[in-house]
């Protein structure tokens, strides 16, 4: 894990030093719970919501995985962060963009066209019929998401004008609705026998400061504050252990486990975060 900050700055960069060296911890943690997963050294890795990589040592990813899909919607950042990195060229790293790992980017926009009742149960229906195909790998992670997708869905379905008792009668389907979909989705391009991972942010540090105290219980903050409420829609720690246990219940799975919360260092806020770790059979 020595890759040094990329030489740049905020004005015209994709990454600059700032921002490289408050990720460290962050992107330490989630180096090392991929590589841990890797099964050999023909194992394939694909992260969806590549974004700027300042999560991803990919020095160290390429020790341990023959492949590495990076996918993201934006058809350019991560290039340029490849670029900026020297990993543009790279034989076992590439970009995948334009990929809306959500299913749901167009039907969010026909929604704010015409929002209605029935367009809001028509997200509903897209989510739960979406597909997209990238093939299979030994290891597929979500990094940090899941919660853009469902922070998105919250400011399209707040900002439409629909009546309060629309919004509250509808909302709770579609996040759940988002959240399943996203974790089916995941674990329908891990290879039996590889390991799917669901990292996500729960809350942030301006609404739970707490997390940022020296020896913070972040997991007793967890079954506390985040479970009864801090957190971010949809994310309740309870409410995401439910989707899974939906894929248990269909037998997809042989072993889950959740590792230690750990807070992120994003500059403009910190967060505090979970991963999931998702075992097919």
Not at 80 to 98: D, K, M, N, Y
Request: charged fraction near 20%.
């Amino acid at each position: 894990m020595n890759e040094p900050a990329p030489t740049a700055n905020q004005q015209n960069s994709t990454i600059w030093p700032e921002l490289w060296t408050a990720f460290a911890p962050h992107r330490s943690r989630i180096c090392r719970t991929l590589c841990s997963l890797s099964r050999g050294p023909e194992s394939r890795l694909c992260i969806w919501g590549s974004g700027r990589t300042t999560d991803l040592d990919l020095i160290e990813l390429v020790k341990h995985f023959s492949q590495i899909d990076l996918v993201d919607l934006h058809p350019t950042v991560t290039n340029e962060a490849l670029i900026q990195r020297g990993f543009a060229q790279h034989p076992r790293v590439t970009a995948i963009s334009g990929i809306d790992v959500a299913g749901l980017s167009n039907h969010w926009k026909e929604f704010k066209k015409s929002p209605c009742e029935f367009n809001l149960q028509a997200i509903i229906n897209s989510c739960r019929d979406a597909t997209i195909s990238l093939g299979q790998y030994d290891v597929v992670a979500s990094t940090c998401l899941l919660s853009q997708v469902l922070r998105n869905a919250y400011e399209c379905v707040e900002t439409s004008g629909l009546s309060h008792s629309l919004i509250q009668e509808y909302f709770p389907k579609i996040l759940k609705s988002i959240r399943e979909k996203h974790l089916e989705l995941i674990l329908e391009h891990t290879v039996s026998g590889g390991s799917s991972v669901l990292i996500t942010d729960l809350t942030s540090a301006e609404a739970l400061p707490q997390i940022l105290k020296p020896n913070a219980d972040l997991n007793r903050l967890i079954s506390t504050d985040v479970v009864n409420g801090n957190h971010f829609h949809g994310l309740n720690p309870r409410s995401i252990s439910e989707s899974i246990e939906q894929q248990v219940g269909l037998e997809k799975l042989a072993q889950v486990q959740i590792s230690s919360p750990w807070v992120w260092n994003a500059i403009e806020n910190q967060y505090l975060c979970l991963a999931y770790r998702l075992d097919r059979k």
